[in-house]
């Protein structure tokens, strides 16, 4: 009888703490949410992506990789990475090449990611890199917008 109390006692906690990562996961992202929409003020906002970060190859090989949101806008790349928080903007102008490799900075998930080329605050060369959802539309999009046109439609429903 002990033994099942235990058990139950047990999955009890188990249950308890998926419950809890499931809301904290959830608080997180709207956090991000609602920092890219302050971030993000008037500019158009053609769409938004969870995505997950491959790294900045500026900063190198060890690095943070996570769980983050991604905005397109007419102004250019947002990103907000859930932990540790941390901001990125990719200005549209600064946008050298858009390509689609299967690793970055020696990590990789055996599927194609977003890679944006372009240059940093500083004046140098950087990059970085997503898993995406919709790596095609990204590709279509960040054409249109270099070429001064509308990206076409978000595959998925945005959240700003």
């Not at 790596?135 to 429903?157: C, D, H, R, S, V």
């Amino acid at each position: 009888m002990v033994a099942l109390i235990v058990i139950l006692a047990v999955l009890a906690s188990v249950i308890v703490d998926i419950i809890f990562f499931i809301w904290w996961f959830k608080r997180l992202r709207l956090e991000a949410v609602e920092d890219i929409r302050r971030d993000v003020g008037e500019e158009r906002v053609y769409n938004v992506e969870d995505c997950n970060f491959f790294g900045r190859q500026s900063v190198g090989y060890k690095q943070w990789r996570g769980n983050g949101v991604l905005a397109l806008t007419d102004k250019g790349v947002h990103f907000r990475m859930l932990l540790p928080r941390k901001s990125l903007f990719i200005p549209l102008g600064s946008t050298r090449e858009i390509s689609h490799p299967r690793s970055f900075l020696g990590k990789s998930k055996a599927r194609d990611l977003l890679r944006v080329d372009y240059v940093n605050e500083a004046g140098e060369d950087d990059a970085c890199a997503w898993l995406v959802p919709s790596l095609q539309w990204w590709n279509e999009a960040f054409a249109a917008l270099q070429a001064g046109g509308t990206p076409p439609e978000a595959p998925l429903k945005s959240c700003i």
